[in-house]
């Protein structure tokens, strides 16, 4: 019974193009969100929050939409780089309460 | 500037034995969390800690797994009698507060239980 669900385990974008990552969950009182890119051998770093006040949030290169009514998150990344390929993990939670983690979405940016 | 600290970073031991994996927390950090990672359940939340006290234990597993803060600056968990089912990459996260704020992640210690 995931809560948090990431249906695409693996992407492929292209250098210079837009990577969109997506992200749905089911429970509605979850109130902020959070985009983790994890390396190989690494711990997830933190890359973006989004509270649900809002429905854009941005910082350089990265942009994180939500949808409440779809109970759905997007990250884009534009334009992609090599370095960006990761695998990107969406984090939700509701307040008082842990953060849930997806699975995790695999990106390969390819030069 | 020195992130979360987690050793060993790998450990391979056989079923049976018992494990122990320490985390030093982030200086002035007072929330600790211990994650398991694997293939099936992905990223799963088995402890967090603030101010030292455990809050929610509610994701360790069995009995056989047993978390401590002794200090506000380090945790151990700690698993006995080890089992196969138990291999996985092990993450500590700190952080400033409480659940709100984003957290800082250790590199792991990957484990393999023979």
């Known amino acids: 019974d995931q809560q948090v669900k990431q249906n695409s385990p693996s992407l492929s974008v292209q250098e210079g193009r837009i990577s969109i990552l997506n992200c749905d969950y089911t429970?509605?009182?979850?109130?902020?969100f959070l985009w983790y890119k994890k390396y190989p051998a690494e711990g997830p770093t933190f890359l973006i929050s989004?509270?649900?006040?809002?429905d854009k949030n941005e910082d350089g290169r990265f942009t994180v939409f939500l949808n409440k009514s779809a109970k759905h998150l997007s990250l884009h990344i534009v334009p992609s780089q090599p370095g960006d390929s990761a695998v990107y993990f969406c984090?939700?939670?509701?307040?008082?309460?842990?953060?849930?983690f997806g699975p995790g979405t695999r990106l390969s940016v390819l030069p | 500037d020195a992130g979360v600290i987690q050793s060993p970073r790998h450990e391979v031991t056989e079923m049976g034995q018992e494990v122990t994996l320490r985390c030093k927390l982030i200086?002035?950090?007072?929330?600790l969390f211990w994650y398991r990672q694997t293939m099936m359940r992905g990223l799963e939340l088995l402890i967090y800690f603030n101010n030292n006290v455990p809050i929610d234990d509610s994701g360790m597993p069995e009995d056989r797994f047993s978390a401590k803060m002794p200090n506000a600056s380090f945790s151990t968990l700690k698993i006995q009698p080890s089992e196969p089912r138990d291999s996985a990459v092990y993450f500590c996260?700190?952080?400033?507060?409480?659940?709100?704020?984003?957290?800082?992640f250790g590199d792991g210690t990957r484990l393999s239980i023979l």
């Open positions: 200086s002035g950090h007072n929330s």
């Open positions: 984090a939700a939670r509701y307040y008082g309460q842990n953060f849930v």
């Open positions: 996260a700190s952080s400033l507060g409480d659940h709100n704020q984003p957290q800082h």
């Open positions: 429970n509605s009182m979850f109130d902020y």
């Open positions: 989004i509270s649900s006040i809002k």
